[in-house]
């Protein structure tokens, strides 16, 4: 019997599959998707987790602020970083430039 946290992470996995190459969202922004606000950080427990999953970009979620709050589940000390900027996304400081820009919301872009 599957655990109810594997629903939970198959559910945001598949919210992040879908975030288009050069856009970011948030931990929030998935959870309220899919229908649990309020539960951001389970949504970053997901992110933690998913680095053996190569098709989950882990990368483009970030805080509501676009800082690089999980960089340092990442492997080396600025690859979360380097795959951003491979994107076209400009990070300074650990924090996304032109947040607003780049941010994709899944509620209003899978509807």
Known sequence: MAKESDNFF???YEVVRQI???RV???GAIAKHIGAA????MVGWAMNASHNLPDVPAHRVVNRKGLLTGKHHF???NLMQQLLENEGITVIDNQI???EKHFWDPGKELK
Do not use: I, K, L, N
């Not at 309020?38 to 950080?41: H, P, T, V």
């Open 25 to 27: 969202t948030s931990y």
């Open 97 to 99: 430039q032109d947040f």
């Open 38 to 41: 309020g539960s951001a950080r």
């Open 75 to 77: 492997d080396g000390t």
């Open 10 to 12: 198959s559910r945001v």
């Open 20 to 22: 288009p190459f050069g």
